[in-house]
Protein backbone atom coordinates (compact mmCIF):
# COMPACT_ATOMS: atom_id res chain seq x y z
CA UNK A 1 0.00 0.00 0.00
CA UNK A 2 1.39 3.06 -1.08
CA UNK A 3 1.26 5.78 2.18
CA UNK A 4 3.18 8.73 3.86
CA UNK A 5 3.05 9.12 7.39
CA UNK A 6 4.41 12.31 9.06
CA UNK A 7 5.86 13.41 12.32
CA UNK A 8 7.36 15.46 14.20
CA UNK A 9 5.02 18.00 15.08
CA UNK A 10 4.00 19.72 18.25
CA UNK A 11 3.31 22.72 20.47
CA UNK A 12 6.52 25.16 20.00
CA UNK A 13 6.94 29.08 21.36
CA UNK A 14 7.92 31.48 18.87
CA UNK A 15 11.00 32.04 17.63
CA UNK A 16 11.99 28.42 18.22
CA UNK A 17 12.52 25.05 15.93
CA UNK A 18 10.73 21.81 14.69
CA UNK A 19 11.68 19.09 12.42
CA UNK A 20 8.75 17.70 10.76
CA UNK A 21 9.22 14.14 8.73
CA UNK A 22 7.52 12.44 6.18
CA UNK A 23 7.74 8.59 5.97
CA UNK A 24 7.18 6.63 2.49
CA UNK A 25 6.48 3.32 1.94
CA UNK A 26 4.73 1.03 -1.27
CA UNK A 27 6.68 3.31 -3.95
CA UNK A 28 9.93 3.85 -5.16
CA UNK A 29 10.09 7.11 -2.85
CA UNK A 30 13.79 8.09 -5.29
CA UNK A 31 11.90 8.33 -8.09
CA UNK A 32 9.13 11.57 -7.17
CA UNK A 33 9.58 14.37 -6.12
CA UNK A 34 8.08 15.71 -3.18
CA UNK A 35 6.11 18.88 -1.75
CA UNK A 36 5.14 19.96 1.83
CA UNK A 37 1.90 21.49 1.83
CA UNK A 38 0.26 23.17 5.18
CA UNK A 39 -2.96 24.54 5.91
CA UNK A 40 -3.77 26.60 9.09
CA UNK A 41 -7.19 26.29 11.19
CA UNK A 42 -9.86 27.23 8.88
CA UNK A 43 -8.30 28.11 5.71
CA UNK A 44 -6.93 26.68 2.58
CA UNK A 45 -4.20 24.90 1.36
CA UNK A 46 -0.74 26.54 0.65
CA UNK A 47 2.49 24.96 -1.01
CA UNK A 48 4.99 25.39 1.25
CA UNK A 49 8.15 23.30 -0.46
CA UNK A 50 9.19 21.15 -2.89
CA UNK A 51 12.22 18.93 -3.70
CA UNK A 52 12.72 16.87 -6.67
CA UNK A 53 13.47 12.79 -6.82
CA UNK A 54 17.31 13.40 -6.71
CA UNK A 55 17.57 16.91 -4.13
CA UNK A 56 18.36 18.71 -7.01
CA UNK A 57 15.77 21.59 -7.45
CA UNK A 58 14.61 23.08 -4.35
CA UNK A 59 11.77 25.54 -4.11
CA UNK A 60 9.78 27.48 -1.01
CA UNK A 61 7.25 29.14 -0.94
CA UNK A 62 8.33 33.10 -0.04
CA UNK A 63 6.62 33.06 3.49
CA UNK A 64 9.65 30.41 4.74
CA UNK A 65 11.89 31.05 2.52
CA UNK A 66 15.31 31.47 4.68
CA UNK A 67 13.71 29.81 7.54
CA UNK A 68 12.44 26.57 6.18
CA UNK A 69 14.67 23.74 4.64
CA UNK A 70 13.45 20.78 2.62
CA UNK A 71 15.29 17.18 2.56
CA UNK A 72 15.35 13.69 1.94
CA UNK A 73 17.32 10.46 2.10
CA UNK A 74 16.60 8.23 -0.37
CA UNK A 75 17.76 5.56 1.13
CA UNK A 76 16.23 5.53 4.45
CA UNK A 77 12.43 6.87 2.46
CA UNK A 78 12.03 9.69 4.00
CA UNK A 79 11.41 13.53 3.59
CA UNK A 80 12.08 16.06 6.27
CA UNK A 81 11.67 19.80 6.44
CA UNK A 82 13.29 21.87 9.20
CA UNK A 83 11.17 24.35 10.25
CA UNK A 84 13.50 27.49 12.58
CA UNK A 85 12.07 31.12 13.74
CA UNK A 86 8.75 29.49 13.87
CA UNK A 87 6.01 32.55 13.97
CA UNK A 88 2.64 32.40 15.17
CA UNK A 89 0.97 32.24 11.40
CA UNK A 90 2.90 29.05 10.64
CA UNK A 91 0.61 27.46 12.79
CA UNK A 92 -1.10 24.76 10.53
CA UNK A 93 -1.33 21.38 9.90
CA UNK A 94 1.70 19.66 7.77
CA UNK A 95 1.00 17.53 4.81
CA UNK A 96 3.75 16.00 2.81
CA UNK A 97 2.71 14.78 -0.77
CA UNK A 98 3.79 12.74 -3.74
CA UNK A 99 4.37 14.62 -6.88
CA UNK A 100 2.44 12.99 -9.78
CA UNK A 101 3.46 15.05 -13.33
CA UNK A 102 1.98 18.46 -12.19
CA UNK A 103 -0.30 17.22 -9.66
CA UNK A 104 0.39 15.58 -5.95
CA UNK A 105 -1.93 12.34 -6.10
CA UNK A 106 -0.62 10.83 -2.45
CA UNK A 107 -0.88 12.87 0.90
CA UNK A 108 -0.33 12.33 4.57
CA UNK A 109 -2.77 12.27 7.00
CA UNK A 110 -0.74 15.37 8.09
CA UNK A 111 1.28 17.08 11.55
CA UNK A 112 -0.14 19.72 13.71
CA UNK A 113 1.76 22.44 14.76
CA UNK A 114 0.96 25.06 16.92
CA UNK A 115 3.25 27.91 17.40
CA UNK A 116 2.43 29.84 20.46
CA UNK A 117 3.80 31.10 23.97
CA UNK B 1 2.79 34.99 -8.37
CA UNK B 2 0.05 33.20 -10.45
CA UNK B 3 -3.76 33.16 -8.86
CA UNK B 4 -6.74 30.80 -8.90
CA UNK B 5 -10.18 31.71 -7.70
CA UNK B 6 -12.92 30.10 -7.18
CA UNK B 7 -16.23 30.57 -4.92
CA UNK B 8 -16.40 30.13 -1.58
CA UNK B 9 -19.22 27.98 -1.49
CA UNK B 10 -21.83 25.75 -3.80
CA UNK B 11 -24.92 24.36 -2.77
CA UNK B 12 -26.58 21.34 -4.51
CA UNK B 13 -29.62 18.96 -3.97
CA UNK B 14 -28.57 15.14 -4.32
CA UNK B 15 -29.08 13.79 -7.19
CA UNK B 16 -28.23 17.13 -9.44
CA UNK B 17 -25.20 18.36 -10.70
CA UNK B 18 -22.80 20.65 -9.15
CA UNK B 19 -19.64 22.44 -10.82
CA UNK B 20 -17.16 24.13 -9.41
CA UNK B 21 -15.36 27.05 -11.31
CA UNK B 22 -11.51 27.69 -10.98
CA UNK B 23 -10.70 30.93 -12.47
CA UNK B 24 -7.22 31.72 -13.71
CA UNK B 25 -5.14 33.86 -16.14
CA UNK B 26 -5.06 31.68 -19.63
CA UNK B 27 -5.52 28.68 -17.18
CA UNK B 28 -6.27 26.82 -20.34
CA UNK B 29 -2.95 26.43 -21.09
CA UNK B 30 -1.80 25.06 -17.66
CA UNK B 31 -2.69 21.40 -16.62
CA UNK B 32 -5.55 21.77 -13.36
CA UNK B 33 -5.35 19.16 -11.07
CA UNK B 34 -8.82 19.21 -8.08
CA UNK B 35 -8.65 17.73 -4.39
CA UNK B 36 -11.41 16.97 -2.51
CA UNK B 37 -10.53 17.41 1.08
CA UNK B 38 -13.81 15.77 4.05
CA UNK B 39 -13.57 17.70 6.98
CA UNK B 40 -10.54 16.41 9.47
CA UNK B 41 -9.09 14.37 6.70
CA UNK B 42 -5.94 14.64 4.13
CA UNK B 43 -7.03 15.92 0.92
CA UNK B 44 -7.49 13.31 -2.13
CA UNK B 45 -6.74 14.15 -5.58
CA UNK B 46 -9.78 13.33 -7.80
CA UNK B 47 -8.83 14.78 -11.08
CA UNK B 48 -5.76 15.27 -12.72
CA UNK B 49 -4.45 16.88 -15.77
CA UNK B 50 -8.19 18.62 -16.31
CA UNK B 51 -9.66 15.44 -16.68
CA UNK B 52 -8.23 12.13 -15.89
CA UNK B 53 -9.68 10.28 -13.05
CA UNK B 54 -7.23 8.33 -10.31
CA UNK B 55 -8.39 4.51 -9.89
CA UNK B 56 -11.33 4.41 -7.41
CA UNK B 57 -12.39 7.98 -8.03
CA UNK B 58 -16.27 7.40 -9.01
CA UNK B 59 -16.73 8.12 -13.13
CA UNK B 60 -18.90 11.09 -11.21
CA UNK B 61 -16.01 13.39 -11.17
CA UNK B 62 -15.41 15.29 -14.65
CA UNK B 63 -13.58 18.07 -15.36
CA UNK B 64 -12.64 20.21 -18.39
CA UNK B 65 -10.27 23.36 -19.09
CA UNK B 66 -10.38 25.84 -21.45
CA UNK B 67 -9.90 29.76 -21.66
CA UNK B 68 -9.94 31.66 -18.51
CA UNK B 69 -12.22 28.95 -16.24
CA UNK B 70 -11.55 25.04 -15.31
CA UNK B 71 -14.64 23.07 -14.29
CA UNK B 72 -15.02 20.48 -11.79
CA UNK B 73 -18.40 18.69 -12.28
CA UNK B 74 -19.86 16.53 -9.84
CA UNK B 75 -22.94 14.87 -11.41
CA UNK B 76 -25.70 12.93 -9.29
CA UNK B 77 -23.81 14.58 -6.38
CA UNK B 78 -24.16 12.26 -2.96
CA UNK B 79 -24.42 13.53 0.75
CA UNK B 80 -20.44 12.07 0.80
CA UNK B 81 -19.69 14.20 -2.02
CA UNK B 82 -20.00 17.36 0.50
CA UNK B 83 -16.60 18.39 1.09
CA UNK B 84 -13.90 21.10 -0.01
CA UNK B 85 -12.60 21.17 -3.35
CA UNK B 86 -9.41 22.95 -4.24
CA UNK B 87 -7.94 23.58 -7.51
CA UNK B 88 -4.06 23.60 -8.26
CA UNK B 89 -1.71 24.11 -10.92
CA UNK B 90 1.58 23.82 -11.59
CA UNK B 91 3.57 27.29 -13.49
CA UNK B 92 6.74 25.71 -14.33
CA UNK B 93 8.14 28.56 -15.37
CA UNK B 94 8.06 29.83 -11.61
CA UNK B 95 10.33 28.95 -8.96
CA UNK B 96 6.94 28.84 -6.49
CA UNK B 97 5.50 26.07 -9.33
CA UNK B 98 2.69 24.67 -7.36
CA UNK B 99 -0.24 27.08 -6.47
CA UNK B 100 -4.02 26.44 -4.60
CA UNK B 101 -6.95 27.95 -5.40
CA UNK B 102 -8.84 29.85 -3.21
CA UNK B 103 -11.49 26.32 -2.17
CA UNK B 104 -14.90 25.98 -2.76
CA UNK B 105 -17.13 24.27 0.35
CA UNK B 106 -19.71 22.27 -1.91
CA UNK B 107 -22.72 21.75 0.94
CA UNK B 108 -25.40 18.99 -0.02
CA UNK B 109 -28.99 20.19 0.69
Known amino acids: EVQLVESGGGLVQPGGSLRLSCAASGFIFSSHSMNWVRQAPGKGLEWVSYISSSSTAIYYADSVKGRFTISRDNAKHSLDLQMNSLRAEDTAVYYC??????????WGKGTSVTVSS | SYVLTQPPSVSVAPGKTARITCGGN??????VHWHQQKPGQAPVLVIYYDSDRPSGIPERFSGSNSGNTATLTISRVEAGDEADYYCQVWDSSSDHPYVFGTGTKVTVL
Open chain 1, 97 to 106: ARVHGGSMDV
Open chain 2, 26 to 31: NIGSKS
